[in-house]
Each structure stands twice: as structure tokens, then as C-alpha cells.
């Protein structure tokens, strides 16, 4: 039998504290947020997409970003903090916070860009310009975002050389990591995996990090062929909170303990505890009000379904 080979470890981004906020109509407190940030660090997660450093009236939940930066960053030496950014002043206002790494907003198709940013996908890519410049002066990170990268609401499947052509403009500026994201949950596991196979096959040097949302339940299919391409930056949201407030009928990310379980059951390390992160998925959807979409709080992990060594417990039946 033919073995398939899938990477030993991966990375993922615990990104909750912005896309899982964005679309809580109830005001969070700050100290919530600053809770919540702390209680996701414990469980050993390695990189945290913290916040969004956007106009407040564009999305009013995050209007306390550098208040929820500065009270934590110092105590994030080893996690990888990153923050999401619209423009040069998102860039400023993060640099002053104290991230060390951005996120630039932009979108596969022109629709959607104009929809989103008033402006087409070049127009739109050449507004980030200022970032690049800025953060190189800083010796700060930046990774390039393509958002509705495999579906769009208004033109539907996006061909992969819109991709190609983004990619390219990014590749100028000296973006070294890309995030594509199935912000509309229309992405089928063929499509990621050709799409990354013709990707990788023309931009090797460049690493690649998915964000799948789970609109239509395939987001750990979807993983599962970035896998066989060899991806390991993987993006995600405890209890499956999320969604962009832009989108019809947008849903939450791919549950980051769903996720983990996964990666578990398959062998392949992530370094966080699956247990604490079920704690803090179950403790921040009680604090939000929220409704979870995860089939760990639903079911729990497999583990417990059968006898275990001595010392460790079993769900109850």
C-alpha cells in the first residue's frame, strides 16, 4: 500500500481574537479580550493573529486594539503576534502597539474588491504599497492576504490566475509567506490542491497559509489537501467563531480544536493541548453568547471513547 506522506509538524494561527470577534454585535469588554488572548496562549498555541487595526466605525468591535496589544505583547516572547492591516495608518497604529508582523487586506476579484475597498484588485494592491515600504524601514513582517481566493459571492470560482497575477505584485515588494482565504466556504479540496500545486510550481520560494472557513463543512477536507501539498501554516478560530461582516451568509473559520484533533489523530504535531483549548473554546463561546460551530464540543475527541492508560479518564457514556 502506497503510504501518503504528510508534513510531521505544523503551525497553526489562532485568530479568534480578531476574526472571531469581528461579527459579535454585543460589545466585548477589553478586559475580556485581554482574557481571552492570555487563556489561548496557555494552550500552547504558536502564533496568534491578535487583532485588526481598522477604521473603528468599520468594524466597531476591535476599536480597542491598542489597548488589548499593549497589555499583553510583552508577555508574548513566544508566540508569533500578528495583526491584520488596511493601510499605512492600520500599519502605524500596530507598529506603535508593538506587532512585529502585518497582514495586508486585499481581494482575488474585482467585485469583491469593490464591494469591499471601493476599488478594483490593482488599484486596490497598489494603496498597500505604503505598508511594504514602511514595515522594511522597521524591520517588521509582512505576509500577503488574498481574500475570497477560491470563491467568490459575485463571480464564483476564481480562476487561478487572478492568484498569479496578485502573487506576482506581492513577490515585487519582497512577501516572502501568502495567505489564501476561503472566506466564502466555497472551497472543494481538487480545487485546493491544484490550485497550490500550479502555485507552488510557480512561486517555490514562497510559503503558503490557509484560512478556511467552514461554510459549507469542507474546511477539514480542504486541510487535508494543503496537506498534500505540503502546507503547514494553517489559520483557525475556537469554536468555529468567525465570518466577514462584508459577506452573504459568511460563517465562522475552521474550529481550531476540530482542527488540532485532527492533526493529532494523524500523527502530525501542532505543540498545543487539545484539552485546554476545548476549555477555552467552551469558557469564550459562554463569555461571547455565542453559538459554536465544533465537533469537539459536540462529541469530544476519540481518545475518549476507549480505555486509556492509567491515570487518565474516559468520557462518560
Request: net charge negative; proline share 6%; glycine share 6%.
Given at each position: 500500500?502506497?503510504?501518503?506522506?504528510?508534513?510531521e509538524?505544523?503551525t497553526?494561527?489562532?485568530?479568534a481574537?480578531r476574526?472571531?470577534?469581528?461579527?459579535?454585535?454585543?460589545?466585548i469588554?477589553?478586559k475580556?479580550?485581554i482574557?481571552?488572548v492570555k487563556?489561548l496562549v496557555?494552550?500552547?498555541?504558536p502564533s496568534l493573529?491578535?487583532t485588526?487595526?481598522?477604521?473603528?466605525?468599520?468594524?466597531?468591535?476591535?476599536?480597542?486594539a491598542e489597548?488589548?496589544?499593549?497589555?499583553?505583547?510583552?508577555?508574548l516572547?513566544d508566540v508569533?503576534v500578528?495583526a491584520?492591516v488596511?493601510n499605512l495608518?492600520g500599519?502605524?497604529?500596530?507598529?506603535?502597539?508593538?506587532?512585529?508582523?502585518l497582514?495586508?487586506?486585499?481581494?482575488?476579484?474585482?467585485s469583491h474588491s469593490?464591494?469591499?475597498a471601493n476599488d478594483?484588485v490593482?488599484n486596490a494592491?497598489?494603496?498597500?504599497?505604503?505598508i511594504?515600504e514602511y514595515?522594511?524601514?522597521?524591520?517588521?513582517k509582512?505576509?500577503?492576504?488574498?481574500?475570497v481566493?477560491?470563491g467568490c459571492?459575485?463571480e464564483?470560482?476564481v480562476?487561478v490566475?487572478?492568484?498569479i497575477e496578485?502573487i506576482?505584485?506581492y513577490?515585487k515588494?519582497?512577501?516572502?509567506?501568502?495567505?489564501l482565504a476561503?472566506?466564502?466556504g466555497?472551497?472543494q479540496?481538487?480545487?485546493?490542491?491544484?490550485t497550490l500545486?500550479v502555485l507552488?510550481?510557480a512561486?517555490?520560494?514562497?510559503a503558503?497559509s490557509?484560512h478556511?472557513h467552514?461554510?459549507?463543512g469542507?474546511?477539514?477536507?480542504?486541510?487535508f489537501a494543503?496537506l498534500?501539498?505540503g502546507?503547514?501554516l494553517?489559520?483557525?478560530?475556537?469554536?468555529?467563531?468567525?465570518?466577514c461582516?462584508y459577506?452573504?451568509?459568511?460563517t465562522?473559520?475552521?474550529a481550531?480544536e476540530?482542527?488540532?484533533h485532527m492533526?493529532?489523530?494523524?500523527?502530525?504535531?501542532t505543540?498545543?493541548?487539545l484539552?485546554?483549548?476545548?476549555?477555552v473554546?467552551n469558557?469564550t463561546?459562554?463569555?461571547?453568547h455565542?453559538?459554536g460551530?465544533?465537533?469537539?464540543?459536540m462529541?469530544g475527541?476519540?481518545?475518549?471513547?476507549?480505555?486509556?492508560p492509567s491515570?487518565?479518564t474516559k468520557?462518560?457514556?
Open positions: 500500500m502506497k503510504k501518503i506522506v504528510l508534513p509538524k505544523v497553526v494561527c489562532e485568530v481574537p476574526d472571531g470577534l469581528q461579527t459579535i454585535p454585543e460589545w469588554e477589553t475580556d479580550k482574557k481571552m487563556n496557555a494552550t500552547g498555541i493573529e491578535i485588526s487595526f481598522v477604521h473603528p466605525k468599520a468594524i466597531p468591535q476591535l476599536k480597542d489597548e488589548v496589544v499593549t497589555a499583553v505583547i510583552d508577555e516572547e508569533e500578528r491584520l488596511p495608518r500599519a502605524q497604529r500596530a507598529a506603535d502597539a508593538g506587532v512585529r508582523k497582514k495586508t487586506m486585499l481581494s482575488a476579484t474585482d469593490l464591494s469591499n478594483t490593482v494592491q497598489e494603496k498597500l504599497m505604503p511594504f514595515a522594511d524601514e522597521r524591520n517588521i509582512v505576509m500577503g492576504s488574498i481574500s481566493a477560491f459571492p459575485f464564483g470560482i480562476p490566475e487572478n492568484l496578485i506576482e505584485r513577490v515588494v519582497g512577501v516572502r509567506e501568502i495567505s476561503d472566506s466564502t466555497m472551497a479540496p481538487i480545487q485546493v490542491y491544484e500545486g507552488k510550481e512561486f517555490p520560494e514562497l503558503y490557509m478556511f467552514n461554510t459549507r469542507a474546511a477539514l477536507a480542504n486541510t494543503a498534500q501539498q502546507v503547514t494553517y489559520d483557525s478560530s475556537i469554536g468555529g467563531l468567525g465570518g461582516p459577506l452573504p451568509n459568511a465562522g473559520n475552521v481550531t476540530d482542527l488540532v492533526f493529532e489523530e494523524m500523527g502530525i504535531d505543540g498545543i493541548n484539552e485546554k483549548v476545548i476549555d473554546a469558557d463561546l459562554d463569555l461571547l455565542a453559538q460551530d465544533s465537533y469537539m464540543l462529541a475527541p476519540s481518545s475518549k471513547l476507549h480505555d486509556k491515570g487518565q468520557l462518560n457514556s
